[in-house]
């Protein structure tokens, strides 16, 4: 039972527009959620996260937005650049001292084109 | 700053065969963890060590053994290959604990086919 889900397995967009990545989960106990994107034959670099104390979290053109009561996030990059072309991965976990697994999703390819 | 470096990059086994995957941290990071990703799948967490000394299972440990070399190395082991195990394989660091919004730092993969 998957209990993070990105249900889009890819996305295009047209550069200089918004991108939107959504993101659900079902475990009611999650409080922290990252964003990853991911470069073919590199390792996932971490974007930004949001712990559950907030509803948004701003980095440049990266916004992250929770919405608890759907157990819903999501990802807005604007503009979008060629460069964000990549697969973009959310997570989840629990604050929880003593936890330590970060609970990963499929994965949305974003195209973003020229 | 090197972050998390991982050997091999790629790697051809034959079933039955073992090896060790190593990994290697130098950001003084107190957590260290084993990811593997398959199409489809996600990233699926087999091992992780909370801290130096410590190791615990994942998702997905089966097949594998894990070993905290020192604060700085974390090392995955198959001991006999199987074709199941044919995936990329990420090392991963945190700081700390999620409880302290400590997000993971990931190298850059090791591939692995298993015929």
């Known amino acids: 039972d998957q209990q993070v889900k990105q249900n889009s397995p890819s996305l295009s967009v047209q550069e200089g527009r918004i991108s939107i990545l959504n993101c659900d989960y079902t475990n009611s106990m999650f409080d922290y959620f990252l964003w990853y994107k991911k470069y073919p034959a590199e390792g996932p670099t971490f974007l930004i996260s949001?712990?559950?104390?907030?509803d948004k979290n701003e980095d440049g053109r990266f916004t992250v937005f929770l919405n608890k009561s759907a157990k819903h996030l999501s990802l807005h990059i604007v503009p979008s650049q060629p460069g964000d072309s990549a697969v973009y991965f959310c997570?989840?976990?629990?604050?929880?001292?003593?936890?330590?697994?970060?609970?990963f999703g499929t994965g949305t390819r974003l195209k973003v084109l020229a | 700053n090197a972050g998390v470096t991982q050997t091999p990059k790629f790697q051809v086994l034959k079933t039955g065969q073992s090896m060790t995957l190593q990994c290697a941290q130098d950001?003084?990071?107190?957590?260290m963890y084993w990811y593997r990703q398959d199409p489809g799948m996600g990233l699926r967490l087999i091992y992780y060590?909370?801290?130096?000394?410590?190791?615990d299972k994942g998702e997905v440990p089966n097949g594998y053994n894990v070993s905290r070399l020192n604060k700085r190395e974390f090392s995955l082991r198959l001991e006999s290959a199987a074709p199941s195990q044919t995936s990329v394989y990420f090392c991963?660091?945190?700081?700390?604990?999620?409880?302290?919004?400590?997000?993971?730092?990931f190298g850059n993969g090791t591939r692995l086919t298993v015929t």
């Open positions: 950001m003084n990071h107190n957590s």
């Open positions: 997570a989840a976990s629990e604050s929880e001292p003593g936890t330590y697994k970060y609970i």
């Open positions: 991963a660091s945190s700081l700390d604990s999620p409880s302290y919004n400590s997000p993971l730092h």
């Open positions: 060590s909370a801290s130096e000394g410590t190791t």
């Open positions: 949001i712990s559950s104390i907030k």
